[in-house]
């Protein structure tokens, strides 16, 4: 898989902060959430953020894996759902939380099993924006957005020497 040009890395703080603009924009809804579901495993970390932010402490999750071989690039593959009450009336009530939408296909996956819920993302490409209900920063579709989980601590070249971020 090849990556876009540009390089949006994210630090654990301005996660932390991203994060919670977006539970900001949230708790202004002016809607109370019933439980959080998470996508992982990148939903996991703005979830638990949000999660103390907004006091909601029913937490579930719907395991997603994306096939990034050769043969399967982008096929996804369902390893865990949603528990059964909370897909009642179409989710109503349920906010769904994951790190960013990209193409969107994430996203209209889990919409298909809860329509009604709401769906938050920190970041947004373009052609993910449609499938979501709030996010906090849109960036470019060719910018590939660097989290702190998948980063080290390493020299990086001067920006006239060809450095990307
Ligand atoms: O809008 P899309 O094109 O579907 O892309 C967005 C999804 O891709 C990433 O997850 P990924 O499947 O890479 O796995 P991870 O969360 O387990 O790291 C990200 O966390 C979103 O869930
Ligand atoms: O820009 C991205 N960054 C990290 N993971 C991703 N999965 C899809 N798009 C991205
Ligand atoms: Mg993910």
Same mark, same amino acid.
């Given at each position: 898989m090849s990556l876009p040009d540009k390089a949006f890395p994210v630090s654990w703080d301005q996660f932390h902060r991203?994060?919670?603009? $977006?539970?900001?924009?949230?708790?202004? $809804?002016?809607?109370? *959430?019933?439980?959080?579901?998470? /996508?992982? %495993?990148?939903?996991?970390?703005?979830?638990?953020?949000?999660?103390?932010? $907004?006091?909601? %402490?029913?937490?579930?999750t719907v395991c997603i894996a994306t096939r990034h071989d050769y043969?399967?690039?982008?096929?996804?593959? #369902? $390893?865990?759902?949603?528990?059964?009450e909370l897909m009642e009336n179409g989710g109503e009530g349920v906010l769904v939380v994951d790190d #960013?939408?990209?193409?969107?296909?994430?996203a209209l996956e889990v919409r298909a099993m809860m329509p009604k819920a709401h769906f938050a993302c920190v970041y947004a490409k373009p052609s993910g924006v449609p499938t979501i209900d709030t996010f906090v920063t849109e960036v470019s579709q060719d910018t590939w /957005?660097? *989290?702190?989980?998948?980063?080290? *601590?390493?020299?990086?070249?001067? /920006?006239a020497k060809g450095h990307r971020g």
């Open positions: 991203d994060t919670r603009a $977006l539970s900001w924009r949230l708790s202004g $809804l002016g809607q109370e *959430f019933k439980a959080i579901v998470c /996508i992982t %495993r990148g939903g996991l970390v703005p979830a638990a953020i949000i999660s103390r932010e $907004l006091n909601i %402490r029913m937490i579930d043969v399967n690039q982008g096929d996804t593959v #369902l $390893l865990k759902g949603i528990s059964p #960013l939408t990209d193409t969107g296909k994430t /957005i660097y *989290f702190p989980w998948d980063m080290g *601590f390493t020299y990086q070249e001067p /920006i």
